[in-house]
């Protein structure tokens, strides 16, 4: 049961993930991503779509695909070739950058709402954390090279008095 809700719980944060990427490429482009037409603008937008969920979530080409009704090579396609079209157009660039820019602020964005000086204090204490553990795992090493040379010279006394009985 607990698989199926979980299955669910992932399908809910894919859907609300990808929406908001189409929302993006369609607001920034002024294009929609699901009309069925070959326009250069809508297939530039797709494919910026399909770069936006497939580096910001796991889909694969055939969920990525599902969600704009199209084949998974379709996907594949469109992943392929927009490197070239950011490359030699100018104005793609631009606003390729422009949408990746605005999904990282997004996707990046500080989530449990924390100032820079909480922050800090947080990452020093872990630093401090680490250091302590790092210690600890030292000791730990050094008690078992300890042992294992123990282990060893009681391994020989034990041969030795097999040997002389």
């Known amino acids: 049961m607990t698989g199926i809700k979980n299955m669910k719980m992932d399908h809910i944060y894919y859907n609300k993930q990808t929406e908001k990427f189409k929302q993006i490429v369609e607001l920034t482009l002024g294009v929609k991503i699901l009309d069925k037409t070959r326009r250069f603008e809508n297939v530039f937008a797709r494919s910026c779509y399909y770069y936006l969920c497939r580096t910001y979530t796991d889909l694969s080409y055939q969920k990525i695909s599902n969600t704009v009704k199209k084949n998974h090579a379709t996907v594949m396609h469109g992943l392929k070739e927009l490197p070239y079209i950011i490359k ?4 793609c660039n631009k606003l390729f950058n422009k949408i990746v820019n605005q999904i990282e602020k997004k996707h990046f964005e500080n989530k449990h709402k924390k100032t820079v000086d909480q922050l800090v204090k947080d990452y020093n204490f872990y630093l401090l954390k680490n250091n302590s ?29 097999a040997d002389t009985d």
Do not use: F, G, T
């Open 88 to 91: 030699h157009d100018k104005r």
């Open 133 to 161: 553990m790092q210690n600890y795992i030292d000791k730990l090493e050094a008690k078992n090279k300890k042992l294992i040379s123990e282990n060893k010279e009681m391994k020989r006394v034990i041969y030795i008095m």
